[in-house]
């Protein structure tokens, strides 16, 4: 089974910006990649989706424009940036994959998260002054 592991989280300032790391110790190619964050006593809600080969992602609305998703094949590495920080961005943000799907947008709205591949144990984001 594919293993997830984020990096990158800390404390942000508003207005600051930040990068997130999603790597696997096996190639995830053939998988999209997608970016989901818990913040306490809220849902588990999608943030960003690339596709496996790349070509195609989606944002949630409250990060569109403020975030990007990319990602190395040759790292096996996936990078959630995001500027212009907010505090209600403050979460846990977790990283998920899932084989082939076509329909990202799908992979982001979810709500049947044990449908997915593989989770990692998710890197804490703290945006205060």
């Known amino acids: 089974q594919l293993r997830l592991v984020e990096s990158g989280g800390g404390l942000g300032q508003p207005g600051g910006s930040l990068r997130l790391s999603c790597t696997a110790p096996?190639?995830?190619?053939?998988?999209?990649i997608g970016w989901f964050r818990q913040a306490p006593g809220k849902e588990r809600e999608g943030v960003a989706c690339?596709?496996?080969?790349?070509?195609?992602?989606y944002y949630t609305t409250s990060v569109k424009g403020r975030a990007t998703i990319s990602r190395d094949y040759a790292k096996n590495t996936a990078y959630l940036e995001m500027e212009n920080l907010k505090p209600e961005d403050t979460a846990i943000y977790l990283c998920?994959?899932?084989?082939?799907?076509?329909?990202?947008?799908?992979?982001?709205?979810?709500?049947?998260?044990?449908?997915?591949?593989?989770w990692g144990q998710g890197t804490q984001v703290t945006v205060s002054s």
């Open positions: 690339i596709s496996w080969r790349g070509d195609n992602t």
């Open positions: 096996t190639s995830f190619s053939r998988y999209a």
């Open positions: 998920t994959a899932e084989e082939r799907i076509t329909n990202i947008r799908d992979m982001c709205e979810t709500t049947a998260f044990h449908v997915l591949d593989a």
